[in-house]
């Protein structure tokens, strides 16, 4: 660091802040640390009494913290995704369509190993908007060597993009609601609403809503029927459970040609279902979605919707965080649950 005369500090970096006071309407920032003298700023400087300032100069072997940022954020970002500053030295990348955040876990702790290095991101798997910020990242100081960035470019090359937002499809969803009791007219059906309500929610295309009494061959009779319509995704409700007279996971494993699952390590959901035939999905959804606002469901179909081929493995991982709060206000997905 150095004092130097403001005429002769263009393309130096600023070490310290500069302040601008207009009496009764500003006072504040003219210049910040880390900020790159440039020619036209030559007379603001003047303005502000600096004739003199204090700055930095870059070795050949460093680089400015805007550059870095800049740097890190393109090694790290992949699809789906925009950089936006940088400001103060740090780059917010954020996404540019709906769809589902996907991390790079190892690369991302490998980065943030490097001496002065930090990307930070919010949770692996969470369903963002267009616009939403999902990472930042910076440098500790004002400038680093050129070798810290080459490690993170390096790490990012050799195990993959660190950040990536994989798009939710417009996937064609059918709705099986299961029980006589809804089916014979006794009872007014709360389900299928609640389900119509996620596919719109989550960006899913509903195809059919059907109705089915608690008959094994008739439950799977309207899978059946829905797949040979297009469905992509079939949601079946209710008849989860192990009581004698709910026979929907039977139906659904009838109809599939593999059961990836029958339960999860996930409260409220731990009767759930996920089956494929052919290239259609089933998911056996337990009556606590029904009065949940947040279940298994919330975790596992935004997955479906990305493409995703979720196994037994990916199911068993949602141990960890997949108890609910039973929050009285539920915040979901800025919670704990499902990371």
Do not use: W
Not at 40 to 47: A, N, Q, R
Not at 61 to 86: N, Q, S, V
Not at 296 to 301: G, I, N, Q, Y
Request: glycine share 8%; proline share 4%; hydrophobic share 40%.
């Amino acid at each position: 660091m150095k004092k130097v005369k403001v005429e002769e500090a263009i393309g130096m970096i600023l070490a310290h802040d500069l302040t601008k006071i207009v009496p009764g309407e500003f006072k504040g920032a003219a210049f910040k640390k880390g900020h790159v003298i440039k020619e036209e700023d030559i007379e603001e400087l003047k303005d502000i009494g600096k004739n003199h300032i204090y700055v930095f100069e870059l070795k050949e072997d460093e680089i400015h913290e805007d550059e870095a940022a800049i740097r890190i954020a393109k090694a790290a970002a992949d699809h789906g995704l925009a950089l936006e500053g940088p400001s103060e030295g740090k780059i917010s990348i954020k996404a540019t369509y709906k769809g589902l955040l996907k991390i790079n876990l190892e690369a991302l702790s490998e980065v943030n190993e490097i001496e002065l290095v930090m990307l930070a991101t919010i949770h692996n798997d969470t369903v963002v908007e267009a616009g939403k910020t999902v990472a930042g990242t910076r440098i500790i100081p004002l400038s680093i060597k050129k070798e810290e960035i080459e490690k993170v470019e390096a790490i990012c090359e050799k195990l993959g993009k660190i950040i990536t937002v994989k798009e939710i499809k417009p996937l064609k969803i059918g709705i099986v609601v299961t029980g006589s009791e809804v089916y014979e007219g006794r009872i007014k059906d709360r389900f299928g609403p609640v389900l119509e309500k996620k596919i719109e929610q989550y960006g899913g295309e509903l195809l059919e809503l059907k109705y089915a009494p608690d008959e094994t061959s008739k439950i799977q009779a309207s899978i059946e029927e829905l797949i040979e319509k297009g469905a992509e995704v079939i949601m079946t409700s209710g008849g989860m459970s192990v009581d004698a007279d709910d026979v929907t996971p039977t139906a659904i494993k009838n109809v599939s040609d593999h059961v990836i699952t029958y339960g999860s390590p996930v409260l409220p959901g731990a009767m759930f279902m996920l089956a494929h035939k052919d290239k259609t999905s089933i998911l056996g959804i337990p009556a606590c979605g029904m009065y949940h606002k947040t279940t298994v469901l919330d975790l596992v179909f935004p997955k479906v919707l990305a493409g995703e081929k979720v196994n037994k493995k990916d199911i068993v991982a949602l141990a960890h965080g997949g108890l609910c709060h039973n929050c009285e206000v539920c915040h979901y997905p800025i919670c704990p649950l499902g990371k």
